[in-house]
C-alpha cells in the first residue's frame, strides 16, 4: 500500500474519530411530543382563536358579528344557515315575565332562516351579505321558521316551526320550497332537527329536541318520518358530578362519521343544562343511530353553549370537526347571543398567531 | 506468565468486577477534584500532571498517557466520610462512595506511527448515582464547594509521544464529559378537572477539553519531568420549564435554572524528579478561576430576583508528592506520600445583596433588599498517604493500589449568625478517605 | 490448566450476570450495533468476534486476534404514519465506538471489550406517556439513550469462549420546592418566585454474559443473556406561594407528585448458530431470541395534585374541590421470539482486499396488544431487510500491522398497518391504524492489529 493510500485511510480514520468526538450528544433539532389524536369527536374542542376568525369580541369562538338574535348556526358545504330575527326599531320593553336566558322574540321581526357564504380569508362569516331563504307561510309554521338543518347529500332543509319539523327541497335558482311538514308531535314541541343517514340501513334517521329530551325518528324517504323512541344519553355514573346534575338535553346536532378503521358510527352532539345552572356541550356515539354510549366529559364548556351543529372536513389530511353553537354574551341588550365555531383535534390550525416583532 | 498467576490475575479481575457490581446501593460520593482521580494520585497529594501515565492520566494530563507501552485495565474504588461542626454541632452529610473503570491502550500503528498513539478512558461514578445535586436556598448552611454535585465524570484521552521529533516531549489531549440537564413539564387540567401532564427529561452532553504537555529531561541529578495542563470549565446544567394551564390561578411559566456542578477553569503546573529509580518528588501549583462561578441556583421566572453574587475567588493550590519504590526479584513496592493545600474559593458567609431579574441590586423604595448568603468552606489540608504493590510477570502485570487521606478542615468564624442565632457562625471538620485500585497490563 | 478451573471462571462469569438492580439500552436493541453484524440481521450471536460482540455476545471479544478498534456512524430514519399522517418521529443518528484489548497468557485468551453507542442529540431523553398522544412506543423515546458497555471476555480452550459484562442506565429523581409570590393579575411580570431543588440521576446497573462453543469446525453455538430493568423518574414539587394582586395576600398550596416508569427493557435470551463454508466462502448464521416482554410494568404515570387556595368566596375564584390524577393500568404485552437470519457471501480475495457481501433478515413481532382501552402505544410488526458489504485492506504495513475493514450497511423495516379498534365509541382518541418503513444506514471503520 503507497503512502498515499494510507494517508488516506488514516485520514478516513480520523474524521470518523472527529464525528465521534465532538459534537455528539448535544442539542440540535427536536421533534415535538407526538401529536394528539382524537377520531372519536369526543373533543375536547377549543374555541376558535381571533386569527382564524377575525372576530376580537366575545364570546370565545365568534365567527359572525350579532347585531340580530341569532338561534342555531349549521356550517354547511355551500355556506351557513342560521336563523335570526331582526330587532325592531320600535321594539317593546322587554318582557319581565321571561327567564334572563330566553330572548323575547316580540321585540324583534319574524324568525327567518339565512344563508351566508363562507369567507375566502378566515373561518368567519358577513352577517350583512346573508339573504334569507325561507320564511314562514303556511299555518303550522305559526309565523315563524327556526333551527335550520340543510342536508347536503338530499338537497333539503329542515326547520322547526311551530312544534313540527318542516322541510323543503332546493329547486331551480337555489329557492327552497315547497313547504311540508314531516313530522308533527303536537304535544312534544319539536324543534333542532338534524337528520342523518341511518348508518345500518337505507333510510334517514331524524333527532330532535323534545320537551321531554332527545328523540329519533326514522323515514325511508327522508320525507315522512315516524317517531321512534326518545334516547338515553345518561353520563355513565363515575362521571356523575353530585353538585351539577344533568337536567336537561336539548338542541341535538348530529352527523355520520367513518373511523379511519373503518367503522360507521353516528356522532351525537347536544346541549346540557346542569342543576347549577350552567351548561356543557355533550356528545354521544352511536353504531346503529338508536343506542348511544355516552362520552363522560363535555366536547367543550364554552359561554352558556346551545344548539350545537357538527361539521366534518379533512383539513391537512386530518380529520376535524368544527361544531358551531350559539353562545351568551351579554343580557341586557337585544342580541345577547352570537355563533361561535369550536374545533378539534385542539392542535389543528386553520391560521398561525402572529409572532410579536422582537424589541 | 505461567498459566497459574495468569488465571490469579484473571480471577482478581473478575472479583474485582464482581464487587462493582455488588456495591451497595447506599449512595453519594464526592467528585474526584476533591478526593483525587485513582489510588496514585490521591496517595501522592493530588498531584499527577507530571506523572500520571494510565487512566488517572485522562484527568492529570493526558500527555501522560504518551509513556505507556502496555495495554492496562483497572478496577477501583473510593470512599470517604465527612466529618462537619457548624456552631459545635454535627453538620449531617452524607458519606461517600465511588467506582472506577480505567484502561489505557497504545495503538498499535508500525511506521512513523509507532509507539506515537495511546488512548485512554476513565470512567468514575458515584455508587448509585449519576448526578446528584441538592440545590437549596442561599440562607440555609450549605457546604457548597464541598457537597457540590456528586456527579459521573468520563474523561477519554488521547496522549501523542514527539520523542521523534523533540527527545522527551509528549501532547496530550481530551475530554471531560458531563451531562447537562434539561426539561418541561405541561401541567393541565381538562374540563373534567382531571390533571394532564407532560414530562420530558433531556440529560444532554457536555464535552470539556483538556489539554496537556509533558517534557522529559535527563542530567546529571536525576530526571526532571515538567508537565502543564488547561482544563476547561466543567458544568452541568439544570434547566427544567413548568409551565401551569387550566388552573384558576394564573402561575407565570416557572423556570428551574441551576448550576448542578461546577468545576472551574484550571491551568496546572508541576514539575516532577526523580534523582534515582527509587525515588520521586512532585510539586504542582495549580490555579483555579472559581471567580467566574455563577453560583448555584437561577432566577425562577422570567422577572423573578436573582439570588445574591455569591462572590467566589480565584484560587491557587500548592501540592506536593513522594513516591519512594523498591523491587524485590518480580514484585515492585511503592510508599507515597502527599500534602495538599486546598484554598477556599468562598468568602465568609454574609448578608448579602439581593438583585432583580437583570442582576442589578434590587432597590425597593429606596432601600436595598438583602439576604443572608450561608456558604460555608474554608481552607482545607489535605494530607495523603498510601502503597502500591506490583507483580511482575513475562508478558503481565498485576498491581494493587490503595490510598488514605485526611482533609482537616479549617476552622472558619462567618459574617452572620445561624437563623435565630445571635453569635455568627463558625465551621471546621474534617474528611476521612481512602481507596484501591486494581490494575492488570499486558 | 485443568478444566476445573475454567469451570470457576465460567461460573464466576454467570455470577456477574446474575446480579440484581440490572439495567438494560436499547440504540443497540432497536438498530443494531455495528454495520456487519446488522447487515447480517443481528444473526452473529454465535460467533462474532469484533467490538459489536460487546453488544451481541460479549464471549466472541476473546476470539479478535489483536486490538480491534472500530468507529462508525448509524442514521435511522423512520417513514411511520398514524391514520395516514406521518408521525413525528426524530431522524435518529449516532456514532458508535468499539474496543476489543485482548491477551494471551499461556493457551488461555483474555479480553477486554468497550461499546459505546452516543446519539447526536442527547445522552438520554425520558417523556411522560400521555394517553391522548399515541405514540410509536419503540422508537420515540426508548433509542434516545446512551449505550455503554465494558465486557471481559476469557477463552480458556479455542472451543470455547466466555464473556461477560456491565452497562449503565440513568433513572431520575426530583424533589422540587417553590415559594414566592404569585400576580393574580399579571402573573408573568409581577410574580416573584424562587427554587430550590434536590435532583439525583441514579445509576443501575446492567449484566449481560455470553457464551460460545465450537461444535464443529465450521458450526458454532452461541448464548447471550441480557437482564431486565426499569427507569423511574420520580417528581415531586410543592409550591407554597402567596397570591397577591386582589387585596390581602392568599396562600396558595399546590403540591405535584408523579412517578413514571419512562422505559422497559426486558430480559433477553439469544441461542445463535452458525456455519461456514470451507475458506469462510459462506458463512449463515441464525439467532432465535426469546424476550420477556410480558413482565413490562405500566408505562402510565401515577399522578396526584393538590392544589388549596384559602381565598373569599366574594373573589370567585372556580377552584375545583378535587383534581383527578392518574394511576397505572396494566400494559398486557407478551413475550415474543424472535428469529434473525444472515447470510455472509466471500465476493472476491486477493492478497490486498477481500470484499464480502451480506444480506440479513429479521422479525420482530410485536409485543403490544391492539390498543383497544385507554391506552394508546403504538407497535406493528417489523420485518428488517438488510444487505451490507464488507471491504477488507489487509496490505497495510508498515502503518498498520493488520486490517482495515471499511463496512457499510442499508436497511428496511417494513411495519405492516395495524388496526386499533376501541371498545368505547366514544374513547378520547378513538380508533386509529398505523404503520410504515423505516430506513437505516450506517458506515463502520475497524482496525484489525495482529
Known amino acids: 500500500m503507497t503512502r498515499a493510500q494510507q494517508l488516506a485511510v488514516l485520514s478516513l480514520v480520523v474524521t470518523q474519530l472527529a464525528l465521534v468526538s465532538i459534537g455528539c450528544a448535544t442539542r440540535g433539532n427536536e421533534a415535538d411530543f407526538p401529536a394528539p389524536i382524537a377520531t372519536s369527536g369526543v373533543g375536547p374542542f377549543r374555541a376558535a382563536r381571533v ?125 327552497f320550497g315547497p313547504h311540508q311538514q314531516v313530522l308533527a308531535v303536537p304535544e312534544a314541541g319539536l324543534r333542532s332537527p338534524t337528520v342523518v343517514r341511518d348508518p345500518v340501513g337505507d333510510g334517514v334517521l331524524l333527532y330532535v329536541q323534545t320537551r321531554a329530551g332527545v328523540a329519533v325518528a326514522r ?73 348511544f354510549e355516552r362520552s363522560p366529559t363535555p366536547a367543550f364548556i364554552g359561554d352558556l353553549p346551545r344548539s350545537p351543529c357538527p361539521f366534518l372536513e379533512s383539513f391537512n389530511g386530518v380529520d376535524v370537526t368544527r361544531i358551531y353553537s350559539t353562545a351568551e354574551f351579554a343580557r341586557s341588550d337585544f342580541a345577547f347571543r352570537a355563533v361561535t365555531a369550536h374545533i378539534s383535534p385542539l392542535d389543528v390550525m386553520y391560521a398561525e398567531e402572529e409572532e410579536e416583532p422582537a424589541e | 506468565m505461567t498459566s497459574r498467576t495468569s488465571l490469579s490475575a484473571l480471577l482478581f479481575v473478575s472479583l474485582a468486577l464482581l464487587a462493582e457490581l455488588a456495591a451497595p446501593v447506599r449512595v453519594h460520593a464526592s467528585p474526584p477534584d476533591v478526593l483525587g482521580y485513582g489510588a496514585r494520585s490521591s496517595a501522592l497529594g493530588l498531584t499527577g500532571v507530571s506523572w500520571a501515565n494510565d487512566y488517572e492520566a485522562t484527568f492529570a494530563n493526558p500527555a501522560g498517557l504518551a509513556t505507556q507501552r502496555r495495554t492496562g485495565v483497572s478496577i477501583g474504588m473510593q470512599a470517604g466520610a465527612l466529618q462537619l461542626t457548624l456552631d459545635d454541632q454535627a453538620f449531617p452529610i452524607d ?33 448509585n448515582t449519576v448526578l446528584r445535586n441538592d440545590i437549596i436556598f442561599t440562607e440555609i448552611p450549605q457546604f457548597a464547594v464541598l457537597a457540590r454535585a456528586q456527579s459521573v465524570a ?189 484554598m477556599t474559593p468562598a468568602p465568609p458567609a454574609r448578608i448579602a445583596d439581593l438583585r432583580d431579574s437583570e442582576g442589578a441590586p434590587l432597590v425597593i423604595r429606596g432601600v436595598q433588599q438583602t439576604r443572608a448568603v450561608r456558604y460555608l468552606d474554608s481552607d482545607r489540608h489535605v494530607f495523603t498517604g498510601g502503597g502500591g504493590v506490583e507483580f511482575v510477570f513475562d508478558n503481565a502485570n498485576f498491581g494493587l493500589d490503595l490510598f488514605i487521606q485526611l482533609h482537616r478542615i479549617a476552622e472558619r468564624t462567618h459574617d452572620v449568625p445561624a437563623e435565630g442565632g445571635t453569635e455568627n457562625m463558625v465551621h471546621s471538620g474534617y474528611i476521612l478517605a481512602g481507596g484501591w485500585a486494581a490494575t492488570v497490563e499486558w | 490448566m485443568s478444566l476445573r478451573r475454567f469451570t470457576i471462571l465460567g461460573c464466576l462469569g ?24 446488522t447487515s447480517l440481521g443481528g444473526a452473529v450471536g454465535a460467533d462474532v468476534s469484533d467490538s459489536s460482540a460487546n453488544f451481541y455476545n460479549p464471549a466472541g471479544l476473546s476470539g479478535a486476534e489483536g486490538v480491534r478498534l472500530s468507529i462508525g456512524y448509524l442514521s435511522a430514519h423512520s417513514f411511520l404514519q398514524v391514520n395516514g399522517t406521518r408521525s413525528n418521529l426524530e431522524r435518529l443518528g449516532g456514532s458508535n465506538v468499539g474496543i476489543v484489548a485482548p491477551a494471551k497468557f499461556g493457551n488461555v485468551r483474555f479480553a477486554f471489550g468497550l461499546g459505546l453507542h452516543l446519539n447526536d442529540q442527547r445522552l438520554a431523553r425520558t417523556r411522560s406517556a400521555a394517553t391522548n398522544r399515541p405514540r410509536w412506543e419503540m422508537f420515540d423515546t426508548r433509542p434516545h439513550r446512551v449505550w455503554l458497555a465494558t465486557n471481559i471476555a476469557i477463552s480458556p480452550v479455542p472451543w470455547l469462549r466466555f464473556g461477560a459484562g456491565i452497562t449503565f442506565q440513568s433513572p431520575s429523581d426530583l ?92 430480559q433477553t435470551v439469544v441461542l445463535s448458530t452458525s456455519f461456514n463454508l470451507p475458506d469462510d466462502r459462506l458463512r449463515i448464521g441464525f439467532d432465535l431470541a426469546w424476550v420477556d416482554w410480558s413482565a413490562h410494568t405500566s408505562l402510565i404515570p401515577t399522578e396526584d395534585i393538590t392544589l388549596i387556595v384559602d381565598a ?87 502503518t498498520i500491522a493488520g486490517r482495515l475493514q471499511i463496512d457499510a450497511h442499508l436497511s428496511y423495516a417494513y411495519l405492516p398497518e395495524r388496526a386499533h379498534i376501541k371498545d368505547s365509541l366514544v374513547d378520547a382518541v378513538g380508533d386509529f391504524v398505523a404503520g410504515g418503513h423505516q430506513l437505516t444506514m450506517g458506515l463502520n471503520v475497524e482496525l484489525a492489529f495482529e
Do not use: C
Request: glycine residues 10%; hydrophobic residues 40%; charged residues 20%.
Open chain 1, 51 to 175: 386569527v382564524e376568525t377575525g372576530f376580537t369580541e366575545p364570546p370565545a369562538g365568534r365567527v359572525m358579528e350579532s347585531t340580530w338574535a341569532v338561534e342555531r348556526a349549521q356550517l354547511t358545504d355551500i355556506g351557513l344557515f342560521f336563523a335570526a330575527g331582526i330587532p325592531l326599531e320600535d321594539a317593546p320593553d322587554r318582557d319581565p315575565a321571561l327567564a334572563a336566558d330566553v330572548t323575547d322574540w316580540s321585540r324583534y321581526g319574524p324568525r327567518q332562516i339565512y344563508q351566508t357564504a363562507a369567507r375566502d380569508q378566515d373561518l368567519g362569516f358577513d352577517l350583512e351579505a346573508a339573504t334569507p331563504v325561507l320564511e314562514a307561510t303556511e299555518p303550522w309554521e305559526e309565523g315563524a321558521v327556526s333551527d335550520p338543518w340543510f342536508d347536503v347529500d338530499s338537497g333539503r332543509l329542515y326547520y322547526a316551526a311551530g312544534g313540527s319539523i318542516g322541510m323543503v327541497e332546493a329547486g331551480e335558482g337555489g329557492a
Open chain 1, 219 to 291: 323515514s325511508e324517504d327522508g320525507v315522512a318520518f315516524t317517531f321512534d323512541r326518545n334516547l338515553s344519553l345518561d353520563l355513565p355514573t363515575e362521571a356523575v358530578d353530585p353538585d351539577a346534575t344533568e337536567e336537561r338535553w336539548s338542541g341535538p346536532g348530529a352527523l355520520v362519521a367513518t373511523s379511519p378503521t373503518g367503522r360507521t358510527t353516528v356522532r351525537l352532539y347536544f346541549s346540557v343544562l346542569r342543576s347549577d345552572g350552567t351548561r356543557v356541550i355533550g356528545m354521544a356515539a352511536s353504531e346503529d343511530g338508536l343506542r
Open chain 2, 95 to 127: 458519606p461517600t462512595s465511588g467506582q472506577v473503570i480505567g484502561f489505557h491502550l497504545p495503538l498499535p500503528f508500525g511506521g512513523p506511527l509507532k509507539d506515537v498513539l495511546v488512548l485512554g478512558t476513565g470512567f468514575y461514578t458515584p455508587s
Open chain 2, 154 to 342: 468520563l474523561h477519554l484521552g488521547l496522549g501523542i509521544n514527539l520523542d521523534k521529533v523533540v527527545p522527551g516531549l509528549r501532547v496530550g489531549v481530551g475530554f471531560s464529559v458531563l451531562a447537562n440537564t434539561a426539561g418541561r413539564l405541561d401541567v393541565e387540567l381538562d374540563e373534567g378537572s382531571r390533571f394532564v401532564s407532560l414530562t420530558e427529561t433531556q440529560l444532554l452532553a457536555g464535552f470539556n477539553p483538556i489539554i496537556g504537555v509533558q517534557y522529559d529531561r535527563d542530567t546529571s541529578v536525576g530526571k526532571f519531568t515538567f508537565g502543564l495542563v488547561w482544563r476547561d470549565e466543567v458544568r452541568s446544567d439544570v434547566g427544567l420549564n413548568i409551565q401551569v394551564e387550566g388552573l384558576p390561578i394564573p402561575l407565570p411559566i416557572i423556570t428551574i435554572n441551576a448550576v448542578a456542578q461546577y468545576d472551574p477553569h484550571a491551568f496546572v503546573f508541576e514539575a516532577g524528579w526523580s534523582p534515582t529509580p527509587n525515588f520521586m518528588v512532585a510539586l504542582q501549583l495549580g490555579y483555579e478561576r472559581w471567580s467566574r462561578w455563577p453560583g448555584v441556583v437561577g432566577k425562577s421566572s422570567e422577572f423573578s430576583n436573582l439570588p445574591p453574587d455569591p462572590e467566589f475567588r480565584d484560587t491557587i493550590t500548592p501540592r506536593l508528592g513522594l513516591e519512594y519504590r523498591t523491587s524485590a526479584r518480580r514484585t515492585k513496592l511503592a510508599l507515597r506520600l502527599g500534602y495538599s493545600y486546598e
Open chain 3, 14 to 37: 454467570l455470577l456477574v450476570s446474575l446480579q440484581p438492580a440490572t439495567a438494560h439500552a436499547t440504540p443497540p436493541d432497536t438498530y443494531g450495533f455495528g454495520s456487519r453484524a
Open chain 3, 175 to 266: 424533589t422540587l420546592d417553590l415559594r414566592g409570590s404569585v400576580d393574580l393579575l399579571r402573573p408573568e411580570e409581577r410574580s416573584r418566585i424562587e427554587h430550590q431543588f434536590k435532583g439525583d440521576l441514579t445509576s443501575i446497573r446492567y449484566p449481560q454474559a455470553g457464551v460460545q462453543v465450537r461444535i464443529h469446525e465450521r458450526f458454532w453455538v452461541g448464548l447471550t443473556y441480557r437482564g431486565s430493568f426499569e427507569l423511574k423518574n420520580l417528581l415531586s414539587a410543592g409550591a407554597r406561594a402567596d397570591i397577591v394582586g386582589l387585596g390581602d395576600a392568599i396562600p396558595l398550596t399546590f403540591l405535584l407528585d408523579t412517578i413514571s416508569v419512562n422505559m422497559f427493557g426486558p
Open chain 3, 312 to 398: 373569599p368566596p366574594s373573589l370567585g375564584l372556580d377552584v375545583p374541590s378535587r383534581i383527578v390524577g392518574r394511576r397505572p393500568l396494566d400494559m398486557n404485552l407478551h413475550d415474543v421470539f424472535v428469529p434473525r437470519l444472515g447470510v455472509e457471501m466471500l465476493a472476491h480475495r486477493s492478497p490486498a482486499h477481500e470484499v464480502e457481501l451480506r444480506f440479513g433478515y429479521a422479525y420482530e413481532n410485536s409485543p403490544f396488544p391492539t390498543q383497544t382501552g385507554v391506552m394508546n402505544f403504538i407497535d406493528s410488526d417489523r420485518h428488517s431487510f438488510t444487505v451490507g458489504v464488507g471491504w477488507g485492506l489487509r496490505n497495510l504495513r508498515p
